[in-house]
């Protein structure tokens, strides 16, 4: 028992165990942007720092504008699209600097009638050029919500869970203590 012990707490120790890098899921509650809203979650692949279009791996992200129905794009029935490096993560946070003239952020429905959320450093995303800002809309129809944004600004927040490989080692050491227990009060 004591050299099983050692060789697994040996290969948790020494990463010969697979831990899978862990995908963080973010909370979205944005609004109001004009008289609309948009809120869900985008996922990403637990990169911290700078994300690219690449490192986001799933999104549910209800688009309601106040002046047709709402929508949910998701990645079977939409894009996203990353310009610059303006779009950020922590280990608690998504985040879009609104100060870098050249960031965009947008999650775009390829049909009519392209619905869109859009967060811009001042590229024209459907609010009046060359103003930071929030967007949400359809496109087909040229109808906007637009809010302005400044800043370095958190638009998802995140609750962290233990890791599974933490999780293994807790259980192990725990394994470990009763199995010491268990011998000292061997007679």
Known sequence: MKHILAVLTL???SGLCPQAKASTVFEVALGPIGAGSASGTITTDGTIGN???SNILDWSILVAPSFTSSTTLTPSNS??????SGFSATAT???FNFGRNNALVAFTSPSAPYYFLCLTGKFTCGGPDDTAGIAIGTAGVGNVNFSQGSGVTQIGT????PEP???GLLGLGL??????AKRRLRP
Do not use: K, Q, T, Y
């Not at 394994?175 to 010491?180: P, T, V």
């Open 79 to 84: 894009s996203v699209s990353i310009v610059d």
């Open 175 to 180: 394994i470990g203590l009763g199995a010491a």
């Open 93 to 95: 946070g998504l985040f």
């Open 51 to 53: 994300l690219a279009a």
């Open 11 to 13: 290969a948790f120790a």
């Open 165 to 167: 490989s933490s999780v």
């Open 158 to 161: 995140f609750e962290p869970v």
